[in-house]
Each structure stands twice: as structure tokens, then as C-alpha cells.
């Protein structure tokens, strides 16, 4: 804690939403703002969720030039395995393309070792035990979930073109750029592809007709993202879901 810092014990919200309790207490403390700054100048920040949002800030800093257009709103958290939960984001894919939906474990089967599992709930115990190598979860309907873990990381390595090693072992790049466009050939865009934080619900759409397959990861290491951002690279589309997100709109900033 930093020192000459009192806390309030009244916070100024206090809002329940989806079972999550979001409260902010009001700092106006000139030598804790201070001390606050001195503690984060010259330190590394990481943007973990709302780069296009910083980019717009910026572009519109340039044109209003009026003071308060220099500043921006944002959420800083301590970057640090134990303080941030991050959820992965499921993939449901609406059209494979030229595959057959029996064709996908042959196609596989070369580059993955292949297990069935009886159910969700089995299926994800066994992804988590195995969130040290490169696996995933997959389910095409009719209660036929399977886990498939990577043989050999340097087949896929050899498929993703122009990145760094650690970007192109990332779970999430293996399934889109090698998994669903160079072994599968499934057609790899937002409009073919939708993402889902419930297990759960993503089973349910595939068993409800709305999409043919599902694909399910182990969460991001925040350690991932912080290598990939000091190597000068972007993480892959939603590649992190960091959880609780603090409700938009809580605080405003007026023009």
C-alpha cells in the first residue's frame, strides 16, 4: 500500500450486476495522485482489452486540440497471474466449408492424438490437465466430444508464416491458422465464426442446428500476453476474456 493512504470506507457506487459487486470509492487525495504517478512513471503498460479504442482516442486527441481531448479514460489492474482471471473464448463454426463433418477426425488425425470423452464436464477437466502442451476441446453434435492435443509443435509452427515463435505457439493461433485454415480449410471470419464464454451454451447451439461445430481452448496465461506485447506484436482476436470487466458507464468523462 502506498504510504499516507487512508481508505474510505464508504465507496461512492455500489451496484450489483450479473452477481458481480462493482464498487469505486472516490481518490482525490493530491500526494497519493502523486505517489500513484511516481509509482507507474517510466513502467510498462500492457492493453489487454480496448487497443482500437486507445487508437480512436488517439486520432481524436489530434483533431479536437482542446485540453480535455488529450485525456482518456482507463483501467489499470496489477498485470499479475493471481490478480487477473482471464476465460478463454469458445469458437462455433457456422459453415466447414468443403469438409465433411465425418471427415474431420481423418483430416486431424495426423497432427493431433485424438481422444473421445463422455461429456462437457469430463471433456474440459481432461483440456485443463493438458493446458501445459497444446489441446482443445471439440464437439460435433449428437454427444460426440473429443480432445485433441498437438503431436508436434514444430508441424504447425512450419504452417503459420511470418511471426514469432511465441506468437505462433499460442493456443488460439494454432486453432485458427493451423487447425480450422490449413488442415481443415474452414473458412476463418467473424461472419463463419462466433465465440462464446459458456461451454455450456456453445454445446447447446451446436445441438439446436445454428452451428456445425465447436471448438473449446484452456484461458490465455497473462504471461503470454505480456511476451507478445514486448515482442511488438498483437495478440489474436479474442485470445483473452479478462473477467469480472468493470460496468461501461460507471464513470463519464464530460466534454
Known sequence: MLKGFRAVNKPVI????????????RLDDPRVIKAIQARMEGGNLFIADGHHRYEVAKMYAKEARTSKS?????????????????????????????????DIIEELSPFFHIEKSPGLNKMLLRLGKLSSGHAFGMYLGKGKFYILKLKDVKTSDRAIKDKPKDWKRLDVAIL???????V?????TDENIEFFKSAAETVRCVDAGKFKAAFFLNPTKVSQ???????????????TYFYPKQLSGLVINKH
Open 14 to 25: 455500489d451496484v450489483m450486476q450479473e452477481g458481480v459487486r462493482h464498487m469505486v470509492w
Open 70 to 102: 488529450r485525456y482518456m479514460m482507463v483501467y489499470f489492474v496489477e498485470a499479475d497471474e493471481k490478480m487477473l482471471t482471464v476465460l478463454p473464448a469458445h469458437r462455433l463454426i457456422k459453415d466447414l466449408g468443403n469438409i465433411e463433418k465425418g
Open 176 to 182: 485458427h491458422l493451423f487447425i480450422f485454415q490449413n
Open 184 to 188: 481443415l480449410g474452414i473458412s476463418d
Open 225 to 239: 500476453v505480456k511476451r507478445i506485447a514486448k515482442l511488438g506484436e498483437r495478440m489474436p482476436r479474442k485470445a
